[in-house]
């Protein structure tokens, strides 16, 4: 693991211990940390912690205001912590279920949501059960029990449901010029990838992963090689092939 993220990582569980105490019952790393593919400088760093049992108003606050990028700076684009009560976390309901969910560092935009029900309809609610399923498979434990113990998997009816509606998602924002390249397009594509591979396959792989194995498994789609090209410095997909992609890995996990 990169030395600054270690250090980071480390420093982040020292201080939520301290603000939580014996309460902190573990703290995982997820996204690509925990599928092994994060990429200094341009990935993420995806956090969830795991409390005893509800935190208070107050526990909430003071989890954001020690945790947020100007209190801990983070190394890396940004970070994004969520932290659950164990016992929504070991139940697998495709619900968000989360105490406190924090966005924070110096190239994202700022989150801090204290409540589900506050978390806007538009930006998506299916987040959260399809990141627990991959900290299932792939979390890598900071603190506390193996992650595939800490939380549960989503039964397959939910977790296609969400698959569906994380798809419909994407293809309800703003589209870039149809017959143009267009920079996020290959994140689009290749996170399509990822979904489908885990519907075929049962599997959670990183996103580019994803995109590797359906070639290598003769997918048709020129538009997987030309994502993964991207993210090394090709040329990326124009909207048009985005869509027409993910409308097709939508329809396939539909049905």
């Known amino acids: 693991m990169d030395s600054d993220l270690q250090r980071y990582l480390d420093d982040l569980v020292s201080t939520a211990r301290d603000v939580l105490g014996t309460d902190l019952v573990g703290a995982y790393a997820a996204g ?35 945790l947020r990028h100007e209190a801990l700076p983070c190394p890396a684009r940004g970070l994004e912590l969520v932290v659950y009560d164990r016992a929504v976390a070991a139940s697998g309901t495709p619900e968000p279920g989360f105490e406190v969910e924090l966005n924070t560092g110096a190239a994202m935009p700022f989150r801090r949501t204290l409540d589900p029900a506050d978390r806007p309809a538009a930006d998506g609610r299916f987040w959260y059960g399809l990141d627990r399923s991959i900290l299932h498979q792939s979390g890598l434990p900071l603190l506390g029990p193996p992650a595939g ?43 399509a990838c990822r979904s489908l591979v885990r519907h075929r396959d049962g599997v959670w792989l990183a996103k580019v992963a994803a995109g590797q194995r359906l070639i290598e498994t003769g997918d048709p789609a020129q538009v997987i090689r030309q994502a993964v090209a991207a993210r090394h410095g090709g040329p990326p997909p124009t909207g048009a092939q985005a869509r027409a992609f993910q409308q097709r890995v939508r329809d396939e996990i539909a049905g």
Do not use: H, M, N
């Open 32 to 66: 690509s940390v925990g599928l092994g593919a994060y990429q200094p400088g341009r990935s993420d760093v995806d956090v969830a912690l795991l409390s005893a049992g509800p935190l208070t108003e107050a526990a909430k606050r003071t989890v954001v205001a020690r």
């Open 149 to 191: 113990e800490a939380f549960a998997d989503l039964a397959p009816a939910d977790l296609r449901r969400l698959l569906i509606e994380a798809l419909t998602w994407w293809l309800a924002l703003p589209t870039p010029p149809a017959d143009q390249p267009a920079p996020g397009t290959e994140d689009a594509v290749i996170g």
